[in-house]
């Protein structure tokens, strides 16, 4: 019997810092993912602590940002490659009376004032781009390349014999008072980062986790473009070889992994909205979000089964949040650390 501290059971964004997280504490683990419509594989990664829509300040901001880049800067750091990539972000005024909220939120919110830049004309010199009113410019962000450290991570893990590459099965998982078996694996917890998939534990299927199916596109163009995410109706990030990322819609009501012509027509149709060059869609991709009705993260110990453990609902930030809520649980489970009631599962016993 293989004997180890804990079982990881998915390799998202939110599984694989739990991962890293382990590796630093010298903790035992393996890691269980089949790598089925994995949510993080199409993020765009972007990392940003203003919600553009209404011009305010991300819950935890500020923590959030200094702990990806330490986390992030890690994993650079075990794999010897670069993902964490700073550029700014343009947000493109709608009209005169966002333009004028933006600014008295840049000098006078204390939560935003180092976050929102007072220049409102930094993409007049792109032709390409529409910019009528101006842009207000969001400061310390950037986007991490998950695409790639996804994958590059579990190239590692499968090299240190850290990685099973199958669906988990719950019929193998048998429960003792302290520890669980799972195949020939003796654990003393099991942490779920599933995503979407959590609806299918028996464990933690009654959980208010949302799918929310989220489709992108990879268009091509030889327009010249900042070096930035620029945010109209959609957002375009670069990307490398003038291809540029765009994204991503928010269905409810059709939660599969699908790739529509709709979705298609209405980004296309977003990005033209502020981008008047040429450009053709290259690559087209869909897959689920886990958000949460009150949107924020679900993390903490089953009611029953104490070695169960949920890492959940990162939904569209999980980039952002991942790193502070593994920081969170790892505190919880190693030093019997109170996680914070926002996140914390205990919200839901009520449902289990």
Known sequence: MNKVEYIIVGQGVAGSCMAMKLLQENKSFVVI???FHK????AAGIFNPVVLKRFSIVWNATNQINLLREVFGQFEELLNEKYIYNFPVYRVFNDEQEKKTWLKKATTHPDLVDYLATDTEQLNDFSAINNPIGSGEVLHTGRVDLTNLLNDFKNYLIEQNQYIDEEFDFESLIMHDNHTNYKNIEANKIIFAEGYNVLNNPYFKNLPVIGVKGEVLKI?????LPEAVVKGKEFLMPLENNQYFVGATYDRDHVNYENTAEAKQYLVDGVQN????????????ASIRPTVVDRRPIIGAHP??????CLNGMGTRGTMLAPVMVDELY???ENNQTIDKEADIKRFYDRF
């Open 33 to 35: 993912d089949n790598h």
């Open 274 to 285: 502020f981008f008047k060059e040429d450009f053709e869609v290259v690559e087209q991709h």
């Open 220 to 224: 091509e163009t030889k327009a010249t």
């Open 39 to 42: 949510a993080s594989a199409i």
């Open 331 to 333: 505190d919880f489970l």
């Open 304 to 309: 029953i089964y104490q070695q169960l453990i």
